[in-house]
């Protein structure tokens, strides 16, 4: 059996210690990488504040067309001037994302289930990496079930992805993905964060947990937090604030934006959180500004 005590053990991380190989470079653990990488990975992660606010819509490539996510082309115009960052399939992209929008994209390039299944974690890179350039992709997103039963053909399907956007400049955005067998202990996204990294993702997508800041610490490139499930407008701005006060180098929220009965009001108040330092509390006023509600109009159920 695999040692694993060391990685239990570990506790030195150094929460407040910089990290230290940046150069000048605004993205964390890029400042070795070339110039093409450099300049996708300054599209996703704004210069000035070095975050980014990404925008997932790619859930329809297992779940369909989820509540919010019916009419893509009425949808995405409406959100995507705020977001920094279109992440979706290339199936929506194509057709319901105008060029003239002029968005970096992180493609899903990962697929293989459906939530007819009960094992998700089957997925393979399904995108072609030629594909990816003719979409112009800043980054491309492989999904990695670290724990479950797809666990290696997910890790070897994220080094595929690292080892050919190497060869075009393309970053690679490894995802977390979180099952309902998979634990969300701290101890597990300092796990499943690493790994990706030390496979040469140049961009972890992850969740928000206990001791955040030591998962942050822990891993050499910038995390971005998942939404998840639609909570509260006022919960999921709070989510953000803990987020980025935690280390995190911005968030990809979905349904936390596009199920909010006020998508728009909801994605420039996250904004606010990201990149201009807005507390969660100055956000969600910000947010209620926005929709013209007391504080008493909106449901906690929203």
């Given at each position: ?8 053990a570990?506790?030195n ?33 704004n ?5 980014t ?7 329809g490539?297992?779940?369909g067309?989820?509540?919010g ?35 970096s ?15 998700l974690?089957?997925e393979s ?85 206990d ?6 610490s ?14 509260h ?8 604030y803990?987020?980025?006060q935690?280390?995190?180098?911005g968030?990809?929220m ?5 199920q ?8 420039q ?5 990201v ?20 504080t ?7």
């Amino acid at each position: 059996m695999a040692d694993n005590i060391g990685n239990k053990a570990a506790k030195n991380f150094a929460e407040n210690v910089p990290f230290t190989n940046n150069g000048n470079f605004h993205v964390k653990g890029a400042a070795n990488l070339d110039w093409g990488m450099k300049d996708r990975l300054s599209r996703i992660f704004n210069p000035k504040s070095g975050k980014t606010v990404m925008l997932a819509f790619d859930h329809g490539y297992f779940m369909g067309p989820t509540s919010g996510l019916e009419r893509l082309d009425i949808l995405i115009p409406k959100l995507a001037k705020y977001a920094d960052c279109l992440m979706g399939t290339r199936g929506a992209i194509r057709s319901s994302v105008p060029p003239s929008f002029n968005k970096s994209i992180a493609l899903r390039a990962s697929s293989g289930s459906s939530i007819l299944q009960d094992d998700l974690s089957r997925e393979s890179m399904v995108v072609d990496i030629e594909d990816a350039i003719r979409m112009n992709a800043s980054a491309i997103a492989i999904q990695t079930f670290i724990g479950a039963a797809g666990q290696k053909e997910t890790i070897e399907q994220l080094n595929k992805a690292v080892n050919l956007g190497t060869r075009y400049s393309i970053p690679t955005m490894g995802v977390v993905a979180v099952g309902k067998e998979m634990e969300r202990t701290t101890q597990f996204f300092l796990l499943a964060t690493r790994m990706l990294a030390e496979f040469g993702a140049s961009i972890v997508k992850t969740y928000y947990c206990d001791d955040f800041e030591k998962v942050v610490s822990a891993c050499p490139v910038p995390l971005v937090v998942a939404g998840g499930k639609k909570i509260h407008e006022k919960d999921a701005l709070t989510l953000a604030y803990r987020s980025i006060q935690g280390g995190a180098a911005g968030v990809d929220m979905g349904r936390n934006i596009f199920q909010s009965e006020y998508p728009e009001e909801m994605i420039q108040a996250v904004t606010k959180v990201v990149h201009e330092g807005f507390t969660d509390l100055e956000a969600y006023e910000y947010f209620l500004d926005l929709t013209n509600v007391g504080t008493g109009s909106l449901s906690h159920n929203s």
